[in-house]
C-alpha cells in the first residue's frame, strides 16, 4: 500500500483526480446547487464534466503533447481547430438533445441548433479549463525540461571535471616519479625522503581532492610538500622563493589548482637547465580575490605566436573556465628571458562553500 502512494505515475494520477473534484465542486456551488442540492443540475454539471475532461485530455495528451511539443506547428493548429469545432457541436447536440427535451436546464430556452450565441456559449463554457489545464502542463513541462538540462549540464560539468583531473594526476605522477628515479640513478641519500613526500602527495589526491573546494591554506601545504619534493633534485643550481600575502583564513580554492602552474615552472624553468635556474612563486590575497604570478627563467626562447601550452597549462584553463566562468582571468607571458603565468579569480569564503 505504501508503496502505490510513493510511485510518481499514482501520485500523478491523484493530482489529477483532486484537480478535477475541486473543479467540479466549484462549478456546483457556481450553480447554486449546495443551496437547492437540485438534482437536475447535479446530472446537468456530471454530464458537462465528463465532457470536459474528455477534451482536456485529448487537447493535452495528443494536440500538445504530439504537436505543439513536437513542433508541427501547422498540425497543431489544424487539430486543434478540428478539436474546438467537433467539442462545441458536441455539447451543442448534448444540450439540443438531451438536456433540453429531459428539462435539466429550464433557464435556457429551445433555439436552433446552429443557433451562433448558443454556440459561442458551448465554447466559453468548455474551454476555459481546457486552457487552464493546459497552462499547467505546458508550465510543468517547461520546468521538467529546465530541470533536466540543468542536470545533464551538471554531469557534463562533473565529467569534464574528472577527466581534466584524472589527466592531471598521471602527467603529475610522470614527471614526479622521473625526478625520483633520478635520485635512484645516483644513489642518492635523498631518494627515501622524496618518496615519503611524494606519498604524502599522492594520499592528498586520492582521498582529499575530490571536493569542489579545499582550504586555500590547504592548496598551499601541498605546493610547499611538492616544491620540497622537487628542491631535493635541483639543490644548490635554484633560486627559489615563495612570497604570500593577505590571509589564508577562512578561505576556499579548487583543489590541484594551483600546483600544475609551479610543476610547469619546474619543468620548463629548473629542468631545461644545464646552469643555474630560478623561480618565483607570489600569492596575495585581497578579500575575496586571488593574485598568483608564477615566473620562471625561460630556457628555450621561442616567440609568443609559435608557443603552444602544455596539457598541464591547458587543464588549468578549462578546469577556470568550467569551475570560475567569468570569476577568473589566466594570462600567459612568453618572454625572452623569462616564461610568467598570472592568475587570478573570486575565492570563496565560509565553510558552507565547501
Known amino acids: 500500500m505504501k508503496q502505490f502512494f510513493i510511485n510518481k505515475k499514482n501520485i500523478t494520477i491523484i493530482g489529477h483526480?483532486?484537480?478535477?473534484?475541486?473543479?467540479f465542486i466549484l462549478r456546483l456551488n457556481f450553480a447554486g446547487f449546495f443551496y437547492t442540492f437540485?438534482?437536475?443540475?447535479?446530472?446537468?454539471?456530471?454530464?458537462?464534466?465528463?465532457?470536459?475532461?474528455?477534451?482536456t485530455y485529448y487537447t493535452i495528451y495528443v494536440i500538445i503533447y504530439k504537436y505543439l511539443l513536437e513542433k508541427k506547428f501547422l498540425k497543431f493548429f489544424v487539430y486543434l481547430a478540428i478539436s474546438v469545432s467537433a467539442s462545441v457541436l458536441l455539447r451543442r447536440a448534448i444540450q439540443f438533445y438531451i438536456i433540453f427535451p429531459l428539462q435539466l436546464d429550464p433557464d435556457f430556452a429551445e433555439g436552433n441548433f446552429f443557433n451562433v450565441l448558443r454556440l459561442i456559449h458551448s465554447t466559453i463554457y468548455i474551454y476555459p479549463i481546457v486552457g487552464i489545464a493546459s497552462i499547467i502542463i505546458l508550465v510543468k513541462n517547461w520546468y521538467d525540461e529546465q530541470k533536466l538540462r540543468l542536470q545533464l549540464a551538471n554531469e557534463k560539468l562533473e565529467a569534464e571535471l574528472k577527466y581534466l583531473k584524472a589527466q592531471l594526476h598521471p602527467h603529475f605522477l610522470f614527471n614526479t616519479i622521473n625526478n625520483i628515479y633520478s635520485l635512484a640513478l645516483e644513489k642518492s641519500d635523498k631518494t627515501a625522503n622524496a618518496l615519503l613526500k611524494l606519498s604524502k602527495l599522492l594520499s592528498f589526491m586520492l582521498y582529499e581532492s575530490n571536493v569542489p573546494k579545499i582550504q586555500l591554506s590547504k592548496e598551499i601545504q601541498v605546493l610547499n610538500n611538492y616544491i620540497e619534493l622537487e628542491k631535493i633534485r635541483y639543490e644548490h643550481k635554484l633560486d627559489f622563493s615563495f612570497n604570500i600575502e593577505g590571509s589564508l583564513e577562512d578561505k576556499y580554492i579548487a583543489p590541484l589548482l594551483l600546483l600544475p602552474i609551479v610543476e610547469n615552472c619546474f619543468k620548463h624553468g629548473a629542468g631545461e637547465s644545464i646552469n643555474q635556474s630560478w623561480i618565483k612563486l607570489d600569492l596575495k590575497i585581497y578579500e575575496d580575490t586571488l593574485f598568483f604570478t608564477a615566473?620562471?627563467?625561460?630556457?628555450?626562447?621561442?616567440?609568443?605566436?609559435?608557443?603552444?601550452?602544455?596539457?598541464g597549462?591547458?587543464?588549468?584553463?578549462?578546469?577556470?573556465?568550467l569551475i570560475y566562468r567569468d570569476n577568473n582571468e589566466l594570462e600567459i607571458y612568453n618572454k625572452k628571458d623569462?616564461?610568467?603565468?598570472?592568475?587570478?579569480?573570486?575565492?570563496?569564503?565560509?565553510?558552507?562553500?565547501?
Open 17 to 23: 483526480i483532486i484537480f478535477w473534484i475541486l473543479h
Open 38 to 55: 437540485d438534482t437536475d443540475r447535479l446530472a446537468l454539471e456530471l454530464i458537462n464534466l465528463s465532457l470536459r475532461i474528455c477534451v
Open 295 to 311: 615566473e620562471n627563467k625561460n630556457n628555450q626562447v621561442q616567440s609568443t605566436a609559435k608557443f603552444n601550452e602544455g596539457i
Open 313 to 321: 597549462l591547458r587543464n588549468i584553463r578549462k578546469r577556470l573556465d
Open 338 to 354: 623569462s616564461f610568467m603565468v598570472k592568475l587570478k579569480i573570486n575565492i570563496e569564503t565560509g565553510l558552507s562553500k565547501t
